[in-house]
């Protein structure tokens, strides 16, 4: 059965600061993996995914994730951040299950941005 | 292109009320969902669905129920409404598997009083 744990319900940065969120996973098989963003009193938006491919994903606002298989994650970074990054972000794993690939979400990770 | 709707916005019900929350997607997916997001619990599949006439139960579909007569449509309804089902609801959409990413909507928040 897969799995999803988001490190830390909030995490706090300085404009500029380097962006950290960190997602690890429990998956019986090769997953797939995303990273969305939901912004206030909005859905979820698809920042980045990783299907098997190279194992740096960028994604869109300049943010990227690193599929670490030894250590089952698949952190989200952005070496800048922008007062605009501020949203919760939600890390979520898919794997094959009777034909389907129905994903599991993580409890999301406030990012708190401060000027 | 609209993307994925969902209607309404905002709904209070009282206790034992029923109601539906629509959803419709113009960009021909075939697999639709319906989650529920509570604060700090991420997000819980509650049904989906791989095709018109085809549903199936998520993590959480006590309360609920679904249909899918179309591609474009997946409605979801509530009978009997309780506290318990107070949140915020969104629909997503997505291109034959999940593994191609979601499409959501904008979601329905939903007060059980």
């Known amino acids: 059965a897969q799995s999803v744990t988001q490190l830390g319900s909030h995490v706090s940065v300085s404009e500029g600061a380097l962006v950290l969120l960190r997602c690890n996973y429990s998956?019986?098989?090769?997953?797939?993996l995303f990273w969305y963003v939901q912004y206030p009193n909005q859905g979820l938006q698809l920042l980045l995914k990783y299907t098997s491919a190279a194992t740096l994903v960028k994604g869109i606002n300049g943010f990227e994730a690193e599929f670490k298989k030894s250590e089952t994650s698949f952190h989200l970074t952005k070496p800048s951040a922008h007062m605009s990054d501020a949203a919760e972000y939600f890390c979520?794993?898919?794997?094959?299950?009777?034909?389907?690939?129905?994903?599991?979400f993580g409890r999301g990770t406030s990012l708190i941005v401060h000027p | 292109n609209a993307g994925v709707t969902q209607t309404p916005k905002f709904r209070i019900l009282k206790i034992g009320q029923s109601m539906t929350l629509q959803c419709t997607q113009d960009m021909n997916h075939n697999y639709m969902y319906w989650y529920r997001q509570d604060p700090g619990m991420g997000l819980k599949l509650i049904y989906y669905s791989v095709g018109a006439g085809i549903t199936d139960k998520g993590e959480v579909p006590n309360g609920y129920n679904v249909s899918r007569s179309t591609t474009e449509d997946f409605p979801l309804r509530l009978e009997l409404a309780a506290p318990s089902q107070t949140s915020v609801y969104f629909c997503?959409?997505?291109?034959?598997?999940?593994?191609?990413?979601?499409?959501f909507g904008s979601g329905t928040r939903l007060t059980v009083v």
């Open positions: 998956s019986s098989v090769p997953p797939y």
């Open positions: 997503a959409s997505s291109y034959m598997t999940a593994t191609y990413g979601y499409t």
């Open positions: 979520a794993v898919s794997e094959e299950s009777g034909g389907s690939y129905i994903p599991t």
